[in-house]
């Protein structure tokens, strides 16, 4: 009765995994470093929309630096490059507030995209 049991959970949870819906093969993770950032638009290559991205930095107590444009722009890179993008676009960055369970945070903002050519 018991081995029934098992199989019986085992053939949902291979059957449930099959039916994740996933569409083709997963993105090819990047080296963030690859990934180009702009506060424009990419005119000269044509490019796909991968995904908006919102990321944020938080300062982790009162004696910490406030975080920087220069930290919003590798977290939106390590983000884009986790997608298989080779830009983010649009790049806007928030000003530095304090937020309710932290010392400081700063928001940051891009379009990420992927060169079709």
Wanted: net charge positive.
């Amino acid at each position: 009765m018991k081995t029934k049991f098992w199989f019986a959970v085992a053939a949902i949870a291979v059957s449930l995994g099959a039916c994740s819906g996933a569409k083709g093969p997963p993105p090819i993770v990047k080296s963030p470093d690859s990934v180009i950032l702009t506060q424009g638009d990419i005119t000269d290559r044509p490019y796909r929309v991968v995904n908006d991205l919102d990321v944020w930095v938080h300062k982790p107590n009162i004696f910490a630096r406030d975080p920087t444009p220069a930290d919003i722009d590798m977290e939106l890179k390590k983000k884009a490059a986790k997608l298989g993008a080779d830009a983010v676009i649009f790049v806007r960055y928030g000003t530095v507030g304090m937020g309710v369970f932290n010392w400081g945070q700063l928001e940051g903002r891009g379009r990420a995209v992927a060169f079709t050519k």
